[in-house]
C-alpha cells in the first residue's frame, strides 16, 4: 500500500464544507484510495473510495487529482455528528490504516 | 438485519489465560479481518481470511491465532503468549479480491485484570 498523509486536526464550522485532503504521492496504477471515519470507540465506517475519477454519494464527494497523488473527502455540509477521525487509504485490501485526521465540527 | 456482530463489547482476561473475540457476519462475504486499535493509533492487522479453511498473518500476528470453519465466522484466541493484549480489537468484512470495501464490526475492546 502507498504510504498516506494527513494533517493531524482540523476544525469546520457546523452548516460549511469540510474538505479533508490527504496525499499519496506514491500510489500505484491499481490502488484505490478509500475514506474511513471513526467515531469515539466505534468500529469505522465506510464513507468513499475511488480508482481514478471523482466519485459521490450520499455521504460525501471524493475529488482524486489527474496524478492520483492527492485527493480531498468532502462533507458538503458538516454537521456536529461529523465529528470524527477520518482514515485515508491508498491501496488494496486488508486496507492499511494510518493515523487520520481528527475533524472536530464547532457549532 | 445485515452486517458483522462482534461479541462481546467487553471481555478481560486474567494472567495466563486465553480468551476468545467472537465476530460473525451473514453479509455473505468471503474475506473476513481482524484489527487491534491502541489509543491515539490507527488499525494494525492481526489476521485475514480470504476463504473458508485459509487464513494468512498480518503485521502483528504473534500471540494470536484464528480459525475459519465457517464462511460467517472468523474467531480471534488471544493466547497468554501475547504480553500485552489490552486493546480495542476490530473485525472486518469484504466481498473479497483485493478491491472491494471493507466493512467492520463495532469491536471489543479487551482489557487485562
Known amino acids: 500500500d502507498a504510504k498516506t498523509t494527513q494533517p493531524p486536526s482540523m476544525d469546520c464550522a457546523e452548516g460549511r464544507a469540510a474538505n479533508l485532503p490527504c496525499n499519496h504521492s506514491?500510489?500505484?496504477?491499481?490502488?484505490?484510495v478509500y475514506w474511513y471515519r471513526q467515531i469515539h470507540s466505534q468500529g469505522p465506517q465506510y464513507i468513499i473510495h475511488?480508482?481514478?475519477n471523482n466519485e459521490t454519494n450520499e455521504m460525501a464527494s471524493l475529488i482524486i487529482t489527474e496524478d492520483r497523488k492527492s485527493s480531498t473527502l468532502i462533507l458538503p455540509h458538516a454537521t456536529l455528528r461529523d465529528t470524527a477521525v477520518y482514515y485515508c487509504?491508498?491501496?488494496?485490501?486488508?486496507?492499511?490504516f494510518g493515523k487520520g485526521t481528527r475533524l472536530s465540527v464547532i457549532a | 438485519d445485515g452486517g458483522i456482530t462482534q461479541s462481546p463489547k467487553y471481555l478481560f482476561r486474567k494472567e495466563g489465560q486465553n480468551v476468545t473475540l467472537s465476530c460473525e457476519q451473514n453479509?455473505?462475504?468471503?474475506?473476513m479481518y481482524w484489527y487491534r486499535q491502541d489509543p491515539g493509533q490507527g488499525l494494525r492487522l492481526i489476521y485475514y481470511?480470504?476463504?473458508?479453511?485459509?487464513?494468512q498473518k498480518g503485521d502483528i500476528a504473534e500471540g494470536y491465532s484464528v480459525s475459519r470453519e465457517k464462511k460467517e465466522s472468523f474467531p480471534l484466541t488471544v493466547t497468554s503468549a501475547q504480553k500485552n493484549p489490552t486493546a480495542f480489537y476490530l473485525c472486518?468484512?469484504?466481498?473479497?479480491?483485493?478491491?472491494?470495501?471493507?466493512?467492520f464490526g463495532a469491536g471489543t475492546r479487551l482489557s487485562v485484570l
Open positions: 472486518a468484512s469484504s466481498i473479497g479480491g483485493n478491491k472491494n470495501s471493507q466493512y
Open positions: 506514491t500510489i500505484s496504477g491499481n490502488e484505490y
Open positions: 475511488g480508482l481514478k
Open positions: 487509504i491508498a491501496g488494496n485490501t486488508p486496507l492499511v
Open positions: 453479509l455473505n462475504h468471503d474475506a
Open positions: 481470511s480470504q476463504i473458508v479453511n485459509d487464513f
